[in-house]
């Protein structure tokens, strides 16, 4: 089973030009002062999927089919989107 860690990143509620989001920890992402990221969970991988590295350089979750993968978070659930679908992910357990 992989994992992999994430961090929740929570925006100002009253702000239509933010949400909410899932970010890779240990990434490059950047966020604003009025951003909350709160401490990094390991969530477990669905099978054939994979972490690794987009042609800039940037890391990535890519799908069974080697697609590149879209972090966003449903509600308070990290979601993948690709060209082959959506899928969300659970926590692993301690």
Partial sequence: M?????????TQKNDPM???TFVIA??????S???FVHDAEDYVLPEGYSVGKT?????AIFDHKNEHCELDAY?????LSSVTG???LSKASK
């Fill in 86 to 88: 959506q899928v969300l």
């Fill in 18 to 20: 933010t949400k909410d």
């Fill in 55 to 59: 042609v800039t350089g940037e890391v």
């Fill in 75 to 79: 509600g308070k659930t990290p979601r």
């Fill in 33 to 35: 002062q009025f951003s």
């Fill in 26 to 31: 240990d990434s490059d992402y950047s966020v």
């Fill in 2 to 10: 992989k994992t992999i860690k994430l961090q929740f990143v929570e």
